[in-house]
């Protein structure tokens, strides 16, 4: 069946929205962990990573690269600090499954910064007030016995806010034999960043030991426009069926 001009425009209008939103969208990913153990740019998926070595407070990455290779304007600074920055030995080659997505390289799941008992703070600034930020998470320990289980909370601080618990590790938490998180990430979405700082703060926190190994951050359009464009295509739908009608 031919869909009418005046029907078929307005739909249009809505399907570019949301094709130019997915388009403008940039992601960046970041391994936390020691220099002898860095993600490689490109990735076995063709990604570009940034890597933080230092856990120490003040320590900063300036101007984050995407995962084409171009430049976000959004640095990261830890301000406060974390216990240390994972293994000195060499880690070993984990495995994650697809459900982490483009986290899911040995590198950044075999590598970690941690706290112990405490909270420590990462923030991203210079960031686009007429922009949201999605984060993906990762935090994983290879590790049995006691404790059980491990768990951290993430917790995502900008104009709004958002947190996610996660267990990183425990005894056969990713199947028999995996003593590590290899498929879950701590997924926290649409965080608009502070007014005055033009910032978001992270937060990883634990009552005993948790873990930061790498944070996806997709960077959006403002929710606003996509909806704005999606009212005045409705509007314009709505409209012409009543002029069809009268």
């Not at 230092?54 to 216990?83: E, V, Y």
Request: aromatic share 6%.
């Amino acid at each position: 069946m031919k869909i009418p001009p005046a029907i078929l425009a307005p739909l249009i209008a809505i399907a570019t929205a949301f094709s130019l939103a997915s388009a403008s969208a940039q992601v960046i990913l970041i391994d936390f962990g020691p220099a002898g153990n860095p993600t490689t740019s490109p990735d076995v998926n063709g990604n570009t990573w940034n890597n933080h070595f230092s856990a120490s407070a003040a320590s900063t990455l300036t101007d984050l690269k995407t995962t084409g290779n171009a430049s976000s304007l959004i640095n990261l600074t830890i301000t406060t600090a974390f216990g240390a920055n994972g293994p000195s030995e060499t880690p070993p080659a984990l495995t994650g499954t697809a459900s982490l997505g483009a986290l899911n390289v040995s590198t950044a799941l075999s590598d970690f910064f941690f706290v112990n008992n405490t909270t420590a703070t990462v923030t991203f600034s210079g960031l686009d007030l007429t922009k949201t930020y999605s984060f993906a998470i990762l935090g994983s320990r290879d590790a049995a016995g006691s404790p059980a289980a491990r768990n951290t909370t993430y917790t995502l601080t900008g104009a709004n806010s958002g947190f996610q618990n996660l267990q990183t590790t425990g005894t056969d938490l990713g199947g028999s034999g995996v003593n590590y998180n290899n498929s879950t990430l701590a997924l926290i979405p649409s965080i608009v960043p502070n007014a005055i700082t033009s910032s978001i703060t992270l937060d990883v926190t634990s009552a005993g030991l948790g873990y930061l190994n790498a944070v996806q951050i997709t960077v959006v359009p403002e929710p606003t426009t996509l909806g704005l464009v999606l009212a005045v295509g409705l509007f314009t739908l709505a409209g012409s069926r009543r002029r069809k009608t009268v």
